[in-house]
T-cell receptor, first 113, second 114 residues
Framework: NAGVTQTPKFQVLKTGQSMTLQCAQDMNHEYMSWYRQDPGMGLRLIHYSVGAGITDQGEVPNGYNVSRSTTEDFPLRLLSAAPSQTSVYFC????????????FGPGTRLLVL | QQQVKQSPQSLIVQKGGISIINCAYENTAFDYFPWYQQFPGKGPALLIAIRPDVSEKKEGRFTISFNKSAKQFSLHIMDSQPGDSATYFCAAADRGSTLGRLYFGRGTQLTVWP
């Protein structure tokens, strides 16, 4: 099992550009989520999904869109990047939604100029 | 509003010493308290977790102490080693809710000096 994979590992964007951060898992997990990690702020939930076709907002959803067409994939879209979105983004998955062990990907480091 | 408060933000311990990280919560519905460990350039990984029916859980050099009445829990790392240098996150979840999402503390950066 590859676990949770994320691409790209690093990305530089200009303000206003759009991009998609990819996340995939091969563990047949129902629950997937996106976090951003900023110094001193911990891990903040952006969006999450409890299954294919079902998504919802976390605590910092503004500026991000998600969709879940398959169990395996959960891409995160930045429609118009802003410098405030400079961060490290982690995707995570778990078999059950209810607080079970979450498996994190290696992260995507995003710099918005 | 921060659901889980973690302290200290950073911690420096000498090799062989005890590292202690504390967390507090307000939501009495929380019933699952994991700790995640994150090394530089990596994603967080589950280290140890406790449920409120026990007051302590030990796995090797890592121990969680849980005080339900005070709504506090802590991570103790005995005989701390340089390889333990990492960022530690406490978290909490209400497994009975329809979401059961994890609420993370802001993290503690631990440095263990050789």
């Amino acid at each position: 099992n590859a676990g949770v994979t994320q691409t790209p590992k690093f990305q530089v964007l200009k303000t206003g550009q759009s991009m998609t951060l990819q996340c995939a898992q091969d563990m047949n997990h129902e629950y997937m989520s996106w976090y951003r990690q900023d110094p001193g702020m911990g891990l903040r939930l952006i969006h999450y999904s409890v299954g294919a076709g079902i998504t919802d907002q976390g605590e910092v959803p503004n500026g991000y869109n998600v969709s879940r067409s398959t169990t395996e994939d959960f891409p995160l879209r930045l429609l118009s990047a802003a410098p405030s979105q400079t961060s490290v983004y982690f995707c995570a998955s778990s078999y059950y939604a209810r607080g079970e062990t979450q498996y994190f990907g290696p992260g995507t480091r995003l710099l918005v100029l | 509003q921060q659901q889980v408060k973690q302290s200290p933000q950073s911690l420096i311990v000498q090799k062989g010493g005890i590292s202690i990280i504390n967390c507090a919560y307000e939501n009495t519905a929380f019933d699952y308290f994991p700790w995640y460990q994150q090394f530089p350039g990596k994603g967080p990984a589950l280290l140890i977790a406790i449920r409120p029916d026990v007051s302590e859980k030990k796995e090797g050099r890592f121990t969680i102490s849980f005080n339900k009445s005070a709504k506090q829990f802590s991570l103790h790392i005995m005989d701390s080693q340089p390889g333990d240098s990492a960022t530690y996150f406490c978290a909490a979840a209400d497994r009975g809710s329809t979401l059961g999402r994890l609420y993370f503390g802001r993290g503690t950066q631990l440095t263990v000096w050789p």
